[in-house]
């Protein structure tokens, strides 16, 4: 009777379990290069939000969740039609409870970059928080009509 394995040509002794940790720590490091979102999602202090971005004909409104964060918290940026949203929220607590103190201190920060499409521009754009999440809108500048130039 035979057995549906297939051996390998190494020896068991020689086999190494942190190998395998090996190949699969490279395999992930590997996967971050690829897809640098995942970094910067995961591999940083700050929490990258989710986020909706919509184009419109006029417009470009961006959607993004920021619980528990206060309108002064939170910075916008516009530069070479990219969005930069950066926000921090902080949380301390303080009890004092048969003669021991107890601290307890936390710090979220946000950030994310969000391209956007050409003609996007700062002027008259709106921002609004609400219950937690943040929407941005951003009007888009008409595209100027080329004029036609007569050879004489």
Not at 40 to 58: I, Q
Not at 77 to 106: H, T
Not at 133 to 147: D, E, Q, R, S, Y
Request: hydrophobic share 35%; charged share 35%; net charge negative.
């Amino acid at each position: 009777m035979k057995f549906p394995m297939k051996r390998t040509d190494r020896d068991m002794y020689s086999w190494d379990p942190f190998d395998d940790i090996r190949r699969m720590q490279n395999y992930m490091e590997h996967m971050f290069r690829t897809f640098p979102a995942l970094e910067s999602r995961f591999g940083n202090e700050a929490f990258s939000p989710l986020t909706d971005v919509m184009e419109e004909d006029e417009k470009v409104v961006v959607t993004t969740d920021l619980p528990g964060v206060d309108r002064e918290d939170v910075e916008l940026n516009l530069k070479d039609n990219v969005l930069v949203i950066s926000a921090g929220k902080g949380n301390e607590e303080e009890a004092e409870k048969e003669g021991y103190l107890k601290k307890e201190r936390s710090f979220m920060r946000y950030y994310r970059e969000i391209p956007l499409p050409n003609g996007v521009t700062e002027e008259g754009a709106t921002a609004q928080l609400k219950n937690g999440v943040l929407t941005i809108t951003l009007p888009k500048t008409k595209p100027v009509a080329g004029k036609r130039i007569e050879i004489e």
